[in-house]
C-alpha cells in the first residue's frame, strides 16, 4: 500500500513535470492601433489580449496564447517585419504596403485550402488590384477612405473637400491636425493639385510640401500625429476644427460628439484595404492560417466590422451587418457608392528617401 501511495506520487509528478515542459503555441499578430474591437465590459486596465472577444475566442477554440502589437503609421508594418526577422505570424497591412512586402519577399503566399473562409470575400470593388496576384498573398480584413472630419460648429461654412482644408483662408481662425504618415498626406495633397499622388516625380513632392507649408506658415496646424485618439480627442474638445482621420475612427467620435461629420472630399481622397498577411519568417506558420480563417468567419468579421465601422468586403458578414446594423450600410461615409469608390485612390510610395523627406517634413518645426 506504502509503495502504491509513493508511486501514485512520483507518477502525478512526473506528468506535472511533463505538461509543464509542454509550450503553449504563441501567435503574434501585428495590426494598427486601435484597429480591433474590444469589450467595453472588461476591464480598461486590461492588455487587449484580455478586451479583445476575437483574440479570447480564437486562443480558447485553438489552445494557444496571442502576442498582440501596434502600429501607427502606414510604412511602419513593412519596416518592422523588415527588421524583426521570424517575429511576426500575422501583420495587418494597407495594400500599398503589401505590395511592397510581395516585391521584396517577405509574405507567404497563402494556402487558401486552409482558408476556407476566404470564400465569403468579394472583391468586385477593385478593378485595379484583380489584375494582380496580391490576393494570393493577402486576405481582406476591413477597408476604408481616409478623409476630413470637422466640427460644424466651429467652421465657416460646409466642407465638402481637400481645398478648403489645405486653404490658409478658408476659417482662418480654426486650428487643424494632420496625420503623421508621408504617403497618406502627399497623396491627398496631391490628389488636391490634381497630381499622381503615387508618383516619384520630385517636382510633385515640392509642390505638395509648398501647400502644407503655407498651412504651417499661417500657424494653423495644431497637430501632426499618429494618434488617432489624440486628434479624436482634440475634436472633441474643440482645440482644432478639422482633422485628416481614417473613416472608422471619425465616425466612431462623431458617434460621441454631434458636431463633428466626416466626409469623402469631393476631389476624391484615399482608398484601402487593410489586409492579413503572413511573413515568410514566421514560425507558425498553421496558426497563422487558422487565425486568418477565424477572422473571417462571418459571426466574428462581422461583430469587428461594426464595431469599428469600417466596411467588410465578407459577403456572410455583409448580411449579419444587414441584420443588425442597416444603418450603416445606407451611411455613404461607411459604404461609399462604387461611383465614389471609382474617384479614390490607393497609396504606394515605393521610394524609400521621398519616405523620409516627408517624414523630415512632417515633424520639422
Known sequence: MYTRTIFSILLLASSCLIA???????????????????????DDGLAIEE????????SKEFGCKVEYYEYEETTEAFSRIDKNEGFYDVVVASSGEVVRMIEGGYVEPLDKVKIPNYRYVSLFYDDLESQRD??????PYLYGTTGIAFRSDLVSQMVTGLDQFFDPEFSPDVKRAILNDSQVMFG?????LGNDPNTNRRGYHSDAAKTLHRLKSANLI?????SVELLGEKLVNGEIGFAIMYSGDALGIAEEE???????????AEYYIDSFVIPSSSKNKELAHSFLNFMLRPDINARESMELLFPTLNLAALSIVEKRAPDQLLD????????????????SMRSAS???YWHRFLNEN
Open 354 to 356: 521621398l519616405i523620409q
Open 20 to 42: 509543464e515542459s509542454e509550450e503553449v503555441p504563441v501567435l503574434r499578430v501585428l495590426n494598427w492601433s486601435e484597429y480591433l474591437s474590444v469589450d467595453p465590459k472588461v
Open 188 to 192: 491627398l495633397v496631391s490628389i488636391m
Open 51 to 58: 478586451k479583445s472577444y476575437a483574440l479570447r475566442e480564437f
Open 222 to 226: 495644431d497637430t501632426i500625429s499618429t
Open 332 to 347: 455613404e461615409n461607411i459604404y461609399p457608392l462604387p461611383e465614389t469608390v471609382r474617384g479614390l485612390h490607393e497609396f
Open 258 to 268: 454631434s458636431n463633428i461629420e466626416y466626409i469623402i472630399p469631393s476631389e476624391g
Open 134 to 139: 496580391i490576393w494570393n498573398y493577402a486576405m
